[in-house]
């Protein structure tokens, strides 16, 4: 069993920056792959970026590749999204979830947390 924390999330202003943490223990979580996912009011959820156990692959939407950057610290069995130059449509809930391997979809994920809101405004 795999527990999730998501923290970081904000109000911010359109071009400004936010690093989202996601915190997990219990089981061998640092030996999961993790992604973040969002969801907007009205919208299915989707991957943002994700990273292998040991953070030798990446994975990136492209809605996210070159503002956002994933990175984990196996010591603190943390993984964070560090997104920059964020935008109104950039506005949702952003969730982690982990996975013995990178998968792209959520239905594949079953290790959650409870999100964390992120609002970008104009």
């Known amino acids: 069993q795999v527990h999730l924390v998501e923290s970081g999330g904000g109000l911010v202003q359109t071009g400004d920056s936010l690093r989202l943490s996601c915190g997990a223990s219990g089981g061998a979580a640092r030996s999961y792959a993790v992604a973040w996912f969002r969801q907007a009011p009205g919208k299915e959820r989707e991957i943002v970026a994700g990273i292998s156990y040991n953070g030798g692959s990446t994975y990136y939407a492209d809605s996210a590749k070159g503002r956002f950057t994933i990175s984990r610290d196996n010591a603190k069995n943390t993984v964070y999204l560090q997104m920059n130059s964020l935008k109104p449509e950039d506005t949702a809930v952003y969730y982690c979830?982990?996975?013995?391997?990178?998968?792209?979809?959520?239905?594949?994920?079953?290790?959650w947390g409870q999100g964390t809101q992120v609002t970008v405004s104009s």
């Open positions: 979830a982990s996975h013995v391997s990178l998968k792209l979809v959520p239905f594949e994920y079953e290790y």
